[in-house]
T-cell receptor, first 112, second 113 residues
Framework: DQQVKQNSPSLSVQEGRISILNCDYT??????FLWYKKYPAEGPTFLIS?????DKNEDGRFTVFLNKSAKHLSLHIVPSQPGDSAVYFC???????????FGKGTHLIIQP | KAGVTQTPRYLIKTRGQQVTLSCSPISGHRSVSWYQQTPGQGLQFLFE???????NKGNFPGRFSGRQFSNSRSEMNVSTLELGDSALYLC????????????FGPGTRLLVL
């Protein structure tokens, strides 16, 4: 049973517009949420994170929103750039437990 | 700082053989975790080592094992390889074991024939 779900395998967005990537989770005990970006033949690169005590975290063009009541996490990229084309994974962590649990990923394609 | 390095980058083995993969964490990082990425299952946690001790283990058979050395470098071993073990094996490091960001290496691509 998947604890972290990314329901959109792929997403196509025009350059300059907003990209919104979504992630749903099942366990309200998770206390740290992360987004990673992955290019082919490379390891995932950390993008941004948020702890469960917050509902928003911003870093430049990237903003992560956490809706604990809906158990929903989203990543907003504004404006989208061609270099943002990659697979994006959301991941969750709870202190002292197993390693990161990842979603299956969303392939973001930024079109010129 | 240099990033996480993994060797070898690519490996071809046959069924029944065993394989050892190596990971050097970021300098100063004491926690090393291993993950397996396959098209069907995505990224799955294998195990984590901290100060030479295995702290956490994912849901993988005993054929998958690892160890960590005093310099925090880690090795992962898979014995009696199966076709389904073909995957990208990723290593990640962080300063301590806890709620901290993990930084990934480029991975070792293993193909089992």
């Amino acid at each position: 049973d998947q604890q972290v779900k990314q329901n959109s395998p792929s997403l196509s967005v025009q350059e300059g517009r907003i990209s919104i990537l979504n992630c749903d989770y099942t366990n309200s005990m998770f206390d740290y949420f992360l987004w990673y970006k992955k290019y082919p033949a490379e390891g995932p690169t950390f993008l941004i994170s948020i702890s469960s005590i917050k509902d928003k975290n911003e870093d430049g063009r990237f903003t992560v929103f956490l809706n604990k009541s809906a158990k929903h996490l989203s990543l907003h990229i504004v404006p989208s750039q061609p270099g943002d084309s990659a697979v994006y994974f959301c991941a969750v962590l709870w202190g002292g437990a197993d390693g990161l649990t990842f979603g299956k990923g969303t392939h973001l394609i930024i079109q010129p | 700082k240099a990033g996480v390095t993994q060797t070898p980058r690519y490996l071809i083995k046959t069924r029944g053989q065993q394989v050892t993969l190596s990971c050097s964490p970021i300098s100063g990082h004491r926690s090393v975790s291993w993950y397996q990425q396959t098209p069907g299952q995505g990224l799955q946690f294998l195990f984590e080592y901290f100060s030479e001790t295995q702290r956490n283990k994912g849901n993988f058979p005993g054929r998958f094992s690892g160890r960590q050395f005093s310099n925090s470098r880690s090795e992962m071993n898979v014995s009696t390889l199966e076709l389904g073990d073909s995957a990208l094996y990723l290593c990640a490091s962080r300063p301590t074991s806890g709620i901290e960001t993990q930084y990934f290496g480029p991975g070792t691509r293993l193909l089992v024939l």
